[in-house]
């Protein structure tokens, strides 16, 4: 008994050691505006034991010490020690200043975030922090929606089926890079999003750069960058539970660990998530696993190794035709959420609109500081994508004979089953086939960046991408049918009987090859910034058709494309609140592959195809206190020689495409944006984007059945002086953020949108009477959404809940529409975008 007590005695004077020896420390981490710093880093120097900043830029760290330093770090700003004692352990405000250093290897990794008050470029950035607490169960691109000159919606409301808009461009138009490495695809330029669901897990901090931008890739962009770090390896041992629910069956589940740095330099950071539900329009059941990995190596002071991986395994369905609005008001069976491409078959929803792909992005990145002076960053990455898009052969499937019922029903496939089994040995008339799409494209970026002397930097270094894609459609489904006989005698598998498995009418792969260098010189002293950069890429283009040629004449001949880019800035800090900046540059870019053939049933090239030239100058003036922050941006881009391609449902179902070339546009406008901090408890946002976005004269198209590549018309499309189509041209918002309570908080986001313009359909602006005659012009629109972010502890673990309500008020608008015969309400072909929508999410951080 006495060794017992004995040991007791000798255990409680550890315990009361280890006690005595810990001191908890408390802070809030702030920006030069006194804006809270969320997700800053906060390290015990010389250990691994660390926290995190919650959403107000607080922190609680417990140390093992009476005394010691913290350090304190946030993307885009200087690193701050501070020291701490027994005596001295809340530590109140830290504040941390921007600084360009601070952000050296993100420039030099090219995901080249903007700095502000030195990079000469408009730009907003959003938050990690903002991203959680605002997005809920909205696609990705929608939390950009109060950023100056972006027009977001959901389209036809499938998961992942969302669109951005930038300064009146497409997103094909836009550069938008994860960690540093492209995504847009290299035939025509677009991202689908639904293959990036994940990255609002991952996703630290996104900056939208408008014009011009900052970005070092060979090949540049025209509306903008949106660049998007993830999470790195995190410095702190740890991780969360995520768990989120919504309207219509919205389920999401997911998990984030994090080893921290190790004593062997290594370090590990992994995510993985569930998303499921049935989807705001009727029809569009979706469901996703999202997954990312980060491994690195810290090998000594001079050399980091890293490895990511990132991407999505998603099905989901989708709406493809849109209706007039006398026919949704018609609809008594699901009104403005009705989908007509969806039904049951065996008592089980069936889509005839369908999509599912997964596309792994792989990358590894070697960080190199050669000296103080000289950094060398490289990232040589892969992705391979496959899945497909669900196509239908047939005409029972728009056919309202063919519903469960009136018009206003889903598709009765059963019937449609039934009577190709009745046809025997005449074969099915309606089927399921598959627009099948798979991709290799790998590519290395790496750049060197050196002080030349205190005032001079030089960066520069290579951007080289090769890809290849297969495309062909498949036989998916005969639906209780034999066969498919395919009529289509001007192809290779025309006047045969196809079964599943079988490819017809498009079978065919495209190679994209993009070898380019860039350089850019930096001038900073004192309140003065000024870079000067170009570029040079070559791209190389052919394709091998497999259906329609024989052996000898499959390929067609190398199309190369030679572009460049100049581009120049200045940023001048007129004081320490005042800054001005402004930018100018001339592109001569490479059309896309998509553009440089006949059709996708040619291997013959086009003989019109032309570089696009773009030419663009903006103005921009800053102000910056810790009350009140305000910029204002003026800018003008001309676009000549565009080549653009308008897809349109056609009146049996088929999509009918136009190739429209020579188009010159000119966008120019006016955008502001602020923030105004009143008092510590309130944050009022906001900002206005007013543009004239119009073509500027007429041009040439050609207009063909995308199933058959038939030829249906070609001429000269009237255009000129009409407005861009499918983008808002005037946007406004406001925003409110009041803290309740320590860790409680409501905000209210306003946003409107008006002078938005139905795409034009081109085949009827092919007489000269058009000339003139605007598309039909959509109802501008306001929406409310409301938040309520609650800060709590579960079993001592730091706990965070967020309810979201989107369009409060349930406002029916239409968010994108496609123009009918007479450029008018009754004949316009719309989506309607989603009215009140909910989601519940909660953080668990152990």
């Given at each position: 008994?006495r060794?017992f007590?004995?040991?007791?005695?000798?255990?409680?004077?550890l315990v009361t050691?280890?006690?005595?020896?810990?001191?908890?420390?408390t802070?809030?981490?702030v920006?030069?505006?006194?804006?809270?710093?969320?997700g800053?880093s906060?390290?015990?120097?010389?250990t691994?034991?660390?926290?995190?900043?919650?959403?107000?830029?607080?922190?609680?760290?417990?140390?093992?010490?009476?005394?010691?330093?913290?350090?304190?770090?946030?993307?885009?700003?200087?690193?701050?020690?501070v020291s701490?004692?027994?005596?001295?352990a809340?530590?109140?405000?830290?504040?941390?200043?921007?600084?360009?250093?601070?952000?050296?290897?993100?420039?030099?990794?090219?995901?080249?975030?903007?700095?502000?008050?030195?990079?000469?470029v408009?730009?907003?950035?959003?938050?990690?922090a903002?991203?959680?607490?605002?997005?809920?169960?909205?696609?990705?691109?929608?939390?950009?929606?109060?950023?100056p000159?972006?027009?977001?919606?959901?389209?036809?409301?499938?998961?992942?089926?969302?669109?951005?808009?930038?300064?009146?461009?497409r997103?094909q138009?836009?550069?938008?890079?994860?960690?540093?490495?492209p995504?847009?695809?290299?035939?025509?330029?677009?991202?689908y999003?639904?293959?990036?669901?994940?990255?609002?897990?991952?996703?630290?901090?996104?900056?939208?750069?408008?014009g011009?931008?900052?970005?070092k890739?060979?090949?540049?962009?025209?509306?903008?960058?949106?660049?998007?770090?993830?999470?790195?390896?995190?410095a702190?041992k740890?991780?969360?539970?995520?768990?989120?629910?919504?309207?219509?069956?919205?389920?999401?589940?997911?998990?984030?660990?994090?080893?921290?740095?190790?004593?062997?330099?290594?370090a590990?950071?992994a995510?993985?998530?569930?998303?499921?539900?049935?989807?705001?329009?009727?029809?569009?059941?979706?469901?996703?696993?999202?997954?990312?990995?980060?491994v690195?190596k810290?090998i000594?002071d001079?050399?980091?190794?890293?490895?990511?991986?990132?991407?999505?395994?998603?099905?989901h369905?989708?709406?493809?035709n849109?209706r007039?609005?006398a026919?949704?008001?018609?609809?008594e069976?699901?009104?403005?959420?009705?989908?007509?491409d969806?039904g049951?078959?065996?008592?089980?929803?069936?889509?005839?609109?369908?999509?599912?792909?997964?596309?792994?992005?792989?990358?590894?990145?070697?960080?190199?500081t050669?000296?103080?002076?000289?950094?060398?960053?490289?990232?040589?990455?892969?992705?391979?994508?496959?899945?497909?898009?669900?196509?239908?052969q047939?005409?029972k499937?728009?056919?309202?004979?063919?519903?469960?019922?009136?018009?206003?029903?889903?598709?009765?496939?059963?019937?449609?089953?039934?009577?190709?089994?009745?046809?025997g040995?005449?074969g099915?008339?309606?089927?399921f086939?598959?627009?099948?799409?798979?991709?290799?494209?790998?590519?290395?970026?790496?750049?060197?960046?050196?002080?030349l002397t205190?005032?001079?930097?030089?960066?520069?270094?290579?951007?080289?991408?090769?890809?290849?894609?297969?495309?062909?459609?498949?036989?998916?489904?005969?639906?209780?049918?034999?066969?498919?006989?395919n009529?289509d005698?001007?192809?290779?598998t025309?006047g045969?009987?196809l079964?599943?498995?079988?490819?017809?009418?498009?079978?065919?792969d495209?190679h994209?090859?993009?070898?380019g260098?860039?350089?850019?010189?930096?001038?900073s002293?004192?309140?003065?910034?000024?870079?000067?950069?170009?570029?040079?890429?070559n791209?190389?283009?052919?394709?091998?058709?497999?259906?329609?040629?024989?052996?000898?004449?499959?390929?067609?001949?190398s199309?190369?494309?030679?572009?460049?880019s100049?581009?120049?800035?200045?940023?001048?800090n007129?004081?320490?609140?005042?800054?001005?900046?402004?930018?100018?540059?001339?592109?001569s870019?490479?059309?896309?592959?998509?553009?440089?053939?006949?059709?996708?049933?040619?291997?013959?090239?086009?003989?019109?195809?032309?570089?696009?030239k773009v030419?663009?100058?903006?103005?921009?003036?800053?102000?910056?206190?810790q009350?009140?922050?305000?910029?204002?941006?003026?800018?003008?881009?001309s676009?000549?020689?565009?080549?653009?391609t308008?897809?349109l449902?056609g009146a049996?179902?088929?999509?009918?495409?136009?190739?429209?070339?020579?188009l010159?546009?000119?966008h120019?406008?006016?955008?502001?944006d602020?923030l105004?901090?009143p008092?510590?408890?309130?944050?009022?946002?906001?900002?206005?984007s007013?543009?004239?976005?119009?073509?500027?004269?007429?041009?040439?198209?050609?207009?063909?059945?995308?199933?058959?590549?038939?030829?249906?018309?070609?001429?000269?499309v009237?255009?000129?002086?009409?407005?861009?189509?499918?983008?808002a041209?005037?946007?406004?918002?406001?925003?409110?953020?009041y803290?309740?309570?320590?860790?409680t908080?409501?905000?209210?986001d306003?946003?409107y949108?008006?002078?938005?313009?139905?795409?034009?359909?081109?085949?009827?602006?092919t007489?000269?009477?058009?000339?003139?005659?605007?598309?039909w012009?959509?109802?501008?629109?306001?929406?409310f959404?409301?938040?309520?972010?609650?800060?709590?502890?579960?079993?001592?673990?730091?706990?965070?809940?967020?309810?979201?309500?989107?369009?409060?008020?349930n406002?029916e608008?239409?968010?994108?529409?496609?123009n009918?015969?007479?450029?008018?309400?009754?004949?316009?072909?719309?989506y309607?975008?989603?009215?009140?929508?909910?989601?519940?999410?909660?953080?668990?951080k152990?």
């Amino acid at each position: 008994m006495r060794n017992f007590k004995n040991l007791l005695f000798v255990a409680l004077l550890l315990v009361t050691a280890t006690v005595l020896g810990q001191t908890k420390i408390t802070g809030k981490v702030v920006d030069d505006t006194n804006q809270p710093l969320p997700g800053a880093s906060v390290v015990v120097k010389g250990t691994t034991n660390g926290t995190s900043t919650d959403f107000d830029g607080k922190f609680t760290l417990t140390a093992d010490a009476n005394s010691g330093t913290i350090v304190i770090s946030f993307i885009g700003f200087n690193k701050r020690e501070v020291s701490f004692s027994s005596a001295k352990a809340d530590l109140k405000t830290i504040k941390l200043t921007e600084d360009a250093g601070a952000l050296d290897e993100i420039v030099v990794t090219a995901t080249s975030f903007a700095i502000g008050r030195k990079t000469p470029v408009a730009v907003s950035t959003v938050k990690a922090a903002d991203i959680e607490a605002k997005l809920g169960s909205q696609e990705f691109p929608e939390i950009l929606k109060s950023t100056p000159g972006v027009y977001a919606t959901k389209q036809g409301g499938g998961y992942g089926d969302g669109d951005i808009n930038l300064r009146g461009f497409r997103t094909q138009n836009i550069a938008v890079m994860i960690n540093g490495i492209p995504v847009n695809d290299m035939e025509n330029g677009a991202v689908y999003w639904s293959n990036w669901a994940g990255l609002s897990d991952v996703t630290s901090a996104m900056q939208v750069q408008r014009g011009l931008g900052a970005s070092k890739v060979a090949v540049p962009s025209i509306g903008g960058t949106i660049n998007i770090i993830s999470k790195s390896t995190d410095a702190i041992k740890g991780g969360a539970v995520t768990m989120s629910t919504g309207n219509n069956g919205y389920q999401k589940y997911g998990m984030t660990l994090s080893t921290g740095m190790m004593d062997n330099g290594f370090a590990v950071t992994a995510s993985a998530s569930k998303v499921s539900g049935e989807g705001y329009v009727d029809g569009l059941q979706f469901e996703g696993t999202n997954y990312f990995l980060n491994v690195s190596k810290q090998i000594n002071d001079n050399h980091k190794l890293s490895f990511n991986a990132i991407g999505t395994i998603q099905e989901h369905g989708q709406r493809f035709n849109r209706r007039t609005i006398a026919e949704y008001r018609a609809t008594e069976q699901g009104g403005k959420r009705f989908n007509p491409d969806w039904g049951y078959r065996d008592g089980q929803v069936e889509n005839s609109s369908f999509n599912s792909y997964h596309k792994p992005q792989l990358s590894v990145n070697y960080d190199w500081t050669i000296s103080d002076k000289t950094f060398l960053t490289t990232s040589v990455y892969a992705s391979f994508g496959s899945g497909g898009g669900r196509r239908t052969q047939g005409t029972k499937f728009t056919n309202n004979d063919y519903r469960l019922g009136d018009i206003d029903q889903p598709i009765d496939f059963d019937l449609i089953v039934a009577e190709n089994k009745a046809s025997g040995a005449n074969g099915a008339t309606d089927i399921f086939a598959s627009s099948e799409n798979s991709h290799e494209w790998y590519g290395i970026l790496s750049t060197l960046k050196t002080d030349l002397t205190e005032t001079l930097t030089f960066s520069g270094g290579i951007d080289a991408r090769d890809y290849v894609g297969s495309h062909w459609y498949e036989v998916t489904d005969l639906l209780g049918g034999e066969y498919f006989y395919n009529d289509d005698l001007e192809e290779k598998t025309g006047g045969q009987a196809l079964k599943v498995g079988d490819r017809f009418s498009k079978d065919y792969d495209g190679h994209v090859g993009r070898y380019g260098l860039f350089a850019q010189l930096e001038y900073s002293k004192n309140d003065l910034s000024v870079f000067f950069s170009s570029a040079v890429s070559n791209s190389v283009y052919s394709k091998v058709d497999r259906m329609s040629y024989g052996a000898e004449n499959r390929e067609s001949e190398s199309a190369d494309f030679l572009g460049y880019s100049t581009k120049a800035g200045a940023n001048f800090n007129i004081d320490d609140a005042q800054n001005v900046f402004g930018n100018i540059g001339y592109f001569s870019r490479a059309p896309i592959f998509d553009n440089i053939f006949d059709s996708d049933y040619s291997v013959d090239l086009y003989d019109g195809a032309l570089n696009e030239k773009v030419f663009s100058v903006e103005l921009g003036y800053g102000f910056k206190s810790q009350m009140f922050s305000a910029n204002v941006n003026l800018y003008n881009t001309s676009w000549l020689d565009r080549f653009m391609t308008f897809s349109l449902p056609g009146a049996s179902g088929e999509v009918i495409t136009s190739n429209v070339t020579g188009l010159d546009a000119l966008h120019q406008g006016l955008e502001i944006d602020f923030l105004f901090k009143p008092i510590e408890k309130l944050a009022i946002t906001g900002m206005a984007s007013l543009g004239n976005w119009r073509w500027k004269d007429n041009a040439s198209a050609t207009t063909f059945d995308e199933a058959t590549g038939d030829i249906i018309s070609s001429g000269t499309v009237y255009a000129k002086d009409l407005k861009v189509s499918n983008a808002a041209q005037t946007t406004f918002a406001l925003g409110l953020k009041y803290d309740l309570l320590d860790k409680t908080s409501v905000s209210l986001d306003y946003n409107y949108a008006g002078d938005n313009y139905a795409t034009m359909n081109v085949t009827s602006r092919t007489d000269e009477a058009d000339s003139g005659i605007d598309t039909w012009k959509m109802p501008n629109f306001h929406l409310f959404d409301l938040g309520l972010r609650h800060g709590f502890e579960i079993a001592g673990l730091s706990s965070t809940l967020n309810a979201n309500v989107n369009n409060l008020f349930n406002v029916e608008y239409i968010s994108n529409a496609n123009n009918g015969s007479n450029s008018n309400y009754d004949t316009a072909q719309v989506y309607y975008g989603a009215g009140r929508t909910f989601s519940l999410g909660l953080k668990v951080k152990f």
